[in-house]
């Protein structure tokens, strides 16, 4: 065999197990992560649900902060990399200099001239003392492209690293601009998630603790590692047996609890055990959809909102939840146990809709914010609203079916991609919303056809939340604890009482 035949033989077997390697190399990497072991869906679905002992009730999940807090944001833009694929992933962690926004254009796509430029540490200087606007002008700092409104431009300044990924900087300089910025995304700069959610778990535990003695209790942001681990040790410290995780979520997920607030709680329980040599017991709790208490909640506030809609007119209601791209997560909880609530809210609209109100033409339609265009298995929101206007429905009422409180994404990211297209729909306009027991009631009026967000189920809304909460949280209690003699009393003589009124009834 001639030599050149040797060397092309033996660079195309070179290749060859480069190909194989590199093909082993992407599966192992990119296995799911809703498989990774232990699997929480799969212990959720199994678990011995009696607690021993004294129980501890761990409230933990993802919440973005009243105020701008540089943990939460920093930790919060790895959390989707686990679901990326690799390599892309590890690209998405590279820092190639320090991002960059405009305090004033925040959502371009184009460049253009900047005023002041400010960094992920809030800062519109380099560490040089000279702006960055200056350093613009000298030619140093370069603008990056954006897709869409919901991922703008940024400047990007490459002869200073960032000091952490680029882009967990990008994402933590707009939180500073936009979301947390005072007459930016909002008002006041505060956004409401944290104290929405913390005023429903103190509601809720105040129910818990009238029926139950001697149930310690904390909550904690899992997004804030340090702050969660304490609370949870706090609990084993102080002598739980069983830990009761019980996330205020109505649709329960890999990506939010078993992948995130139930696997690190479990992480804080093993290093505790370990470190005490005892055992703990853990059960998760139900999710709030199990309960029909939190249909109820939103339709609540669909019903108010439609109430003033004469018969004779058309609606159509869009219920919607966040979405994921279901194609590349195929394994995720949610696509499990979303079914059964989806279902049932469907057919509590259509019956509010068909035989509680009589509208002339009606639809309900189920749909999710975000990621649609990169799944085939629901719509997008936006599109189904000029599904609406097109057929000339003269109401599409959006009921977003999968949250409690305001937040970042009901605020900011989903109004971007729902409200697309929009006569009156402004990304520059701050919203004022500081009344956080009102819902945040947004109209528009397109081709004909009025378009309503109905917000979500806060104020005088959140009492079917509060006892769905509860209800998660007493159908693991009710199996190992006895209620307080105090709360046995007071319900015997609601039983009484509510006998004799039967009673009376009949004699009457």
């Known amino acids: 065999m001639k030599l050149w035949q040797k060397v092309g033989i033996s660079t195309l077997s070179v290749i060859g197990l480069s190909a194989v390697a590199l093909y082993a190399t992407y599966q192992v990497k990119n296995q799911p992560a809703e498989l990774q072991e232990p699997n929480y869906y799969s212990y959720y679905q199994e678990q011995d649900t009696r607690p021993e002992g004294k129980v501890g009730i761990y409230i933990s999940q993802m919440i973005l902060p009243e105020k701008y807090d540089e943990e939460v944001y920093y930790n919060v833009f790895f959390k ?29 796509l184009e460049e253009f001239t900047p005023t002041q430029l400010v960094d992920h540490n809030g800062n519109s200087s380099d560490i040089d003392g000279i702006s960055y606007v200056e350093k613009y002008h000298q030619g140093k700092i370069s603008f990056v492209k954006g897709s869409d409104a919901a991922t703008p431009g940024y400047f990007l300044y490459k002869e ?30 505060r956004v409401p998630e944290e104290a929405g959610i913390k005023a429903l778990v103190a509601e809720t535990m105040k129910q818990v603790g009238a029926k139950y003695d001697d149930v310690d209790w904390r909550w904690a942001n899992t997004e804030k590692y ?73 339709l609540d506030l669909l019903r108010d909102q439609i109430a003033a809609i004469p018969k004779d007119k058309s609606v159509k209601v869009v219920a919607s939840f966040h979405g994921m791209p279901w194609e590349m997560v195929s394994n995720e909880a949610w696509l499990q146990l979303s079914k059964p609530y989806l279902s049932a809210m469907q057919s509590d609209i259509d019956n509010i809709l068909n035989k509680e109100k009589g509208f002339a033409r009606t639809e309900v339609v189920i749909c999710q914010d975000y990621f649609a265009e990169m799944t085939d298995m629901y719509q997008s929101t936006n599109e189904a609203f000029w599904q609406g206007i097109e057929e000339d429905y003269d109401y599409v009422i959006n009921l977003p079916v999968e949250f409690i409180t305001e937040n970042t994404d009901t605020l900011f990211a989903h109004a971007l991609m729902n409200f697309q297209g929009f006569e009156g729909f402004d990304v520059y306009e701050p919203i004022d919303y500081q009344n956080w027991n ?21 104020g005088k ?42 009673s009376l009834r009949f004699e009457i």
Request: charged residues 25%; aromatic residues 10%.
């Open 80 to 108: 989707p990399l686990k679901i990326i694929p690799w390599p892309i992933r590890e690209l998405l962690k590279i820092d190639s200099g320090t991002p960059l926004y405009d305090t004033k254009r925040y959502f371009e």
């Open 160 to 189: 200073r690293d960032a000091g952490m990924p680029t882009k967990a900087a990008a994402f933590m300089a707009k939180a500073q601009v936009y979301y947390h910025n005072e007459g930016a995304g909002l008002v006041d700069g």
């Open 226 to 298: 340090t702050e969660a681990r304490r609370a949870m040790f706090e609990l084993l410290d102080g002598g739980a047996n069983t830990i009761v995780f019980a996330p205020p979520r109505p649709i329960m997920s890999h990506y939010e609890e078993f992948n995130a607030s139930v696997r690190l709680g479990m992480e804080y329980i093993s290093e505790w055990e370990e470190q005490n040599q005892k055992t703990i017991k853990t059960i998760i709790a139900p999710q709030l959809a199990d309960f029909p208490e939190l249909r109820q909640a939103y």
């Open 438 to 458: 009102e819902p945040l009631v947004r109209t528009f009026k397109q081709d004909g056809t009025t378009i309503i967000y109905t917000s979500v189920p806060v």
């Open 461 to 502: 809304y959140r009492a079917p939340v509060v006892e769905a909460h509860f209800k998660s949280i007493d159908s693991i209690l009710s199996q190992g604890l006895a209620p307080s003699p105090m709360w046995q009393m007071k319900n015997a003589e609601s039983i009484a009482q509510m006998r004799d009124k039967k």
